[in-house]
Nanobody, 126 residues
Framework: DVQLQASGGGLVQAGGSLRLSCATS????????IGWFRQTPGKEREGVSC????????YYADSVKGRFTFSSDNAKATVYLQMNNLKPEDAAVYYCAAETFCGPLGIYSNHGRDYWGQGTQVTVSS
């Protein structure tokens, strides 16, 4: 079974940092695009960052460029999202997902074909 386990969320003051982790299993790690998404109540889910296996590039939403960094550890089959200079608007439940759409046109769910982990809550106090 494909499994993704996100962790690392918490409460941080504005301007602070957090690093989220997403441990994966059940698939060949570098076969699937893997993305980070976030969602707040009443808002649509937003793609935050991802890695494309087609071109091995990482992509970011405009709202996080320059502040968030996607990285991966193939040996651990784990991806990370380093979040710096956090803002109150970054507060959300963050999810990792495999086999998402990932590329220069954006970061999107591959509805019905992708795999999702449980979310981890990020709270940013102002």
């Amino acid at each position: 079974d494909v499994q993704l386990q996100a962790s690392g969320g918490g409460l941080v003051q504005a301007g602070g940092s957090l690093r989220l982790s997403c441990a994966t299993s059940g698939f060949t790690f570098d076969d699937y695009e893997i993305g980070w998404f976030r969602q707040t109540p009443g808002k649509e889910r937003e793609g935050v960052s991802c890695i494309s296996r087609r071109d091995e590039n990482t992509y970011y939403a405009d709202s996080v460029k320059g502040r968030f960094t996607f990285s991966s550890d193939n040996a651990k089959a784990t991806v990370y999202l380093q979040m710096n200079n956090l803002k109150p608007e970054d507060a959300a439940v963050y999810y990792c997902a495999a086999e998402t759409f990932c590329g220069p046109l954006g970061i999107y769910s591959n509805h019905g074909r992708d795999y999702w982990g449980q979310g981890t809550q990020v709270t940013v106090s102002s």
